[in-house]
């Protein structure tokens, strides 16, 4: 079992930038992703990336923008927003998979509670 806390959200102008942190307890050894979800819509993929970090794959909506990396020493996955954009308000979740790259919530384990990204114009 692996149990995910994330932190770093917040609010922040259009244009600007946050960096979201994922930290992992338990079984750590795991291809991770980050979703997202904003009020009134089903949850949506955002960025994957392998255990080893050497791959990693994006929606195209955030690609360019976004960056996924972990840190497996310290047990910890970020996701750095860049040119942040109104429509990226959502509530942020990391997860775990056992799919490689898989854009399905179903293939994703291990929740998070989440974090608030907000992005005013």
């Given at each position: ?30 291809d ?66 056992g ?23």
């Amino acid at each position: 079992q692996v149990q995910l806390v994330e932190s770093g959200g917040g609010l922040v102008q259009a244009g600007g930038s946050l960096r979201l942190s994922c930290a992992a307890s338990g079984r750590t050894f795991n291809d991770m992703g980050w979703f997202r979800q904003a009020p009134e819509k089903e949850r949506e993929f955002v960025a994957a990336i392998r255990w080893s970090g050497g791959d990693t794959y994006y929606a195209d909506s955030v690609k360019g923008r976004f960056t996924i990396s972990r840190d497996n020493a310290k047990n910890t996955m970020y996701l750095q927003m860049s040119s942040l954009k109104p429509e990226d308000t959502a509530v942020y979740y990391c997860a775990a998979t056992g799919v490689f790259p898989s854009i399905v919530a179903r293939d994703y384990y291990g929740w998070g509670q989440g974090t608030q990204v907000t992005v005013s114009s």
